[in-house]
């Protein structure tokens, strides 16, 4: 099934989260090394100056809107979008309709520290 590009025109790359147990049995996650291609609509939420000393540059978050194709969204997972690497600000919504299917995911994403 083809997306419209002009519902989704931005290409983002998953990241889903992968877990395993530590020496002491404790599940730890993170984001897994393997992306997925995902149809998206990327916008701009807020922008902030990071006022930090040298160096200083301006942080901005965005709302991304996923393809119901999207990869399950948890608070580990990362999103790779024109080159720079996000993570989720809270929990991604996914959309349903009355049937129950999922339409699309709503995510907030923010620049992981060090970007």
């Not at 931005?10 to 049995?25: E, F, L, M």
């Not at 993170?30 to 930090?52: H, I, K, L, N």
């Not at 393809?67 to 990362?78: I, T, Y």
């Not at 929990?91 to 995911?105: F, I, K, N, P």
Request: negative net charge.
């Amino acid at each position: 099934m083809e997306l419209s590009p002009v519902l989704f025109p931005h290409t983002v790359t998953v990241y889903p989260s992968v877990a395993r147990a530590d020496i002491d049995g404790n599940i730890i996650r993170w984001a897994g090394p393997d992306g997925v291609p995902v149809p998206a609509f990327v916008q701009p939420r807020t922008a902030t100056e990071d006022d930090t000393g040298p160096g200083q540059r301006a942080r901005a978050t965005f709302t991304a809107y996923l393809s119901r194709f999207c990869p399950p969204l948890d608070a580990w997972a990362a999103i790779e979008w024109e080159g720079r690497w996000y993570e989720l600000d809270g929990e991604a919504l996914d959309t349903r309709g009355l049937d129950g299917a999922v339409r699309h995911w709503k995510a907030h994403l923010r620049t992981v520290a060090g970007q």
